[in-house]
């Protein structure tokens, strides 16, 4: 278990256009992730997470760098690593016509499994994924919650040794976004496998992840803990308070778990730590004075580039 | 990798297209529909020009092997035609898959299907038109199908690689190679009436070579077999490695990301 997930050095990648505008995409990553991680790749739209996770998993290559996967190159092992690892995207996309057992059983058989093995396979990952009811749904019929979960299930056919997952919870409702994390996290529990996954929701990130990269413009800017980043950065909820009256802004910022502290006259944001419960002392704190208005804002990825611009 | 593990990669394709065949109404046209009127139409051409039967026979091998060759020669573009239609592509390229096992395993349907239209063509041949395509035993007409078989892997092969290089739109390649396959290889007519530049590439075409084979058993003439399985089997060759650099190629480019969008 000594060798890394991925180990990428100086990973370049650019696009030509149709009109042979050549496009940079991804400038000079170089990444380190363990057998033990879950890792977060997180990144505003087109900033690259997308085309990163294809090299990892040998879809595509890059035009520059050294790229090893559990430990073995992945240009001279494409074939072992593809057959040792799998992929599922969150707007995932299989045959239209046919049915999750068809389309489960299609893709074992490209990965080498047969008889026995296979059909025992393919039942297990619908039974793992609960997908016994839609057995023989087609796959144009599943709603957008049940395809991921196909995705998730095609990508456990193979029993990898790491899985990536591009942003696994797109376009799900929080009720099934929030399965499905819980279902990630047991995957990586119970088979202990790294798992690598992009995603715009920060609580994703943070509910799921042991390491995050941040990368804007093709170019990883943090790189550490939730937790670290967030005190790093200074990210929490923010209680968007307005109220009439003089608030003592000192004694809020001695709070524990407070992190930061926007006032103007008449308006005050405070950024708190989300996980820290704090938010029955702050309220006190306006006891004297009279609140027109409270939001609660979640740190969303807005905040977080705002804060690494700067 | 056992051997069943490696065969099931060849089949998966086969199935694939198995599936999706068997649940599209379109394939009942691709099978019987075109491949009948196409018969039908030749056929009666010949009752109303009342041709000798050599010339009968020679029409109708020409309208049998043409649609044999575009049923086979589809269901190897199928399998990266329907990859790309259902955006399901990079699916199939994390896995642990090479270029010969998705054309093979389509090939493997291509020809079953392509036996089937073959059978059907066959009986109304004899029924309606009196003409026997087993008159010459069994051997001529594996040989012959064999020889359509490649051609139809060969432009399937060309298909999947003009997708993979110039993306979504190079499907209309599908549609058109085979047109001009029946141009050039003597489907209805010797390729001797071309015009010479024409006569040149006709040469090239293997299919021209198995026709000749074949037609011979019914009309005496010569034919050279050996030059058609040699070409046949130097372009599968090529082909697959080209395939397999244009697989590489795609990767490269990002075009098979940009399938699956
Ligand atoms: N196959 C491709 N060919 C050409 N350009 C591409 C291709 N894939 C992505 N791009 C471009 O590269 C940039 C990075 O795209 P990528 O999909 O990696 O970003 P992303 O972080 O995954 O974005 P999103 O959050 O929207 O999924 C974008 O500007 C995109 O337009
Ligand atoms: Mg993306």
Redesign the pocket.
């Known amino acids: 278990m000594s060798e890394k997930a991925v180990d990428a050095q100086g990973i370049c990648k650019s696009?030509k256009?149709i009109h042979g505008k050549q496009?940079i995409?991804l400038k000079n990553i170089s990444l380190k992730i363990d057998q033990s991680e879950i890792f977060g790749l997180l990144?505003?739209?087109?900033?690259?997470?997308?085309?990163?996770i294809s090299i990892f998993s040998t879809l595509i290559w890059p035009d520059r760098g050294s790229l090893r996967i559990l430990g073995m190159d992945a240009k001279s092992n494409k074939e072992t690593i593809r057959s040792q690892i799998n992929i599922s995207t969150g707007k995932s996309n299989f045959p239209w016509s046919l049915t999750v057992q068809e389309n489960l059983k299609h893709y074992a058989m490209l990965y080498g499994m047969h008889g026995q093995q296979l059909a025992g396979t393919v039942d297990e990952v619908i039974n793992a994924f609960e997908l016994e009811e839609y057995r023989e749904m087609k796959f144009e019929d599943l709603s957008t919650g049940l395809k991921q979960r196909l995705s998730l299930a095609k990508a456990m056919l193979n029993r990898p040794k790491l899985i990536f997952l591009?942003?696994p919870t797109a376009g799900l409702d929080p009720e099934i976004a929030l399965k499905t994390r819980k279902l990630i996290r047991g995957i990586h529990k119970e088979q202990e496998i790294p798992v690598i996954l992009?995603t715009?929701n920060m609580l994703e990130a943070e509910m799921l992840c042991d390491r995050l990269a941040f990368?804007r413009k093709g170019k990883i800017v943090a790189l550490d803990t939730p937790d670290a980043l967030k005190h790093q950065l200074k990210l929490g909820e923010k209680v968007i308070v307005h109220y009439v009256g003089k608030l003592e802004i000192k004694e809020l910022e001695k709070l524990p778990g407070v992190l930061n502290i926007i006032a103007s006259p008449g308006k005050v944001e405070i950024v708190v730590d989300r996980t820290n419960e704090n938010l029955d002392s702050i309220i006190k704190k306006f006891a004297e004075v009279r609140i027109l208005d409270i939001k609660i804002k979640e740190p969303d990825l807005e905040d977080v580039f705002i804060e690494l611009a700067r | 990798m056992s051997w069943q593990g490696e065969l099931n990669k060849y089949l998966a394709g086969a199935y694939k297209n198995w599936i999706i065949s068997k649940r599209n109404v379109f394939t009942l046209f691709e099978l019987f529909f075109w491949p009948l009127i196409s018969l039908l139409s030749i056929g009666l051409m010949t009752t109303f020009l009342r041709l000798g039967e050599q010339m009968v026979s020679f029409l109708l091998v020409g309208a049998v092997a043409l649609s044999v060759l575009q049923v086979a020669q589809i269901d190897v573009a199928y399998v990266l035609l329907f990859d790309m239609w259902s955006k399901s592509i990079k699916n199939t390229f994390t896995a642990p898959v090479r270029s010969y096992h998705l054309i093979f395993g389509s090939l493997i349907f291509g020809i079953v299907r392509g036996t089937v239209v073959f059978t059907i063509l066959v009986t109304l041949c004899y029924f309606f038109f009196g003409f026997n395509f087993l008159e010459g035993g069994l051997i001529p007409v594996l040989i012959f199908l064999a020889g359509v078989f490649s051609v139809a892997a060969v432009i399937g092969i060309t298909v999947c690689i003009s997708i993979l290089t110039f993306g979504q739109k190079a499907d209309v390649a599908a549609w058109s190679l085979s047109g001009i396959i029946m141009l050039v290889s003597g489907i209805y007519y010797p390729i001797e009436v071309l015009p010479a530049p024409l006569e040149v590439i006709a040469r090239l075409v293997p299919l021209t070579y198995f026709l000749e084979y074949y037609r011979s058993v019914f009309i005496p003439g010569q034919h050279n077999l050996a030059i058609g399985i040699i070409l046949a089997i130097s372009y599968l060759i090529l082909g697959l490695v080209l395939f397999e650099r244009s697989i590489e190629k795609a990767r490269m480019?990002?075009?098979i990301?940009?399938l699956s969008e």
């Not at chain 1, 990144?43 to 990163?52: A, D, F, R, Y």
């Open positions: 696009y256009s496009s995409v990144g505003p739209n087109g900033s690259g997470k997308t085309t990163l591009d942003e992009s715009h990368i | 480019t990002g075009m990301l940009r």
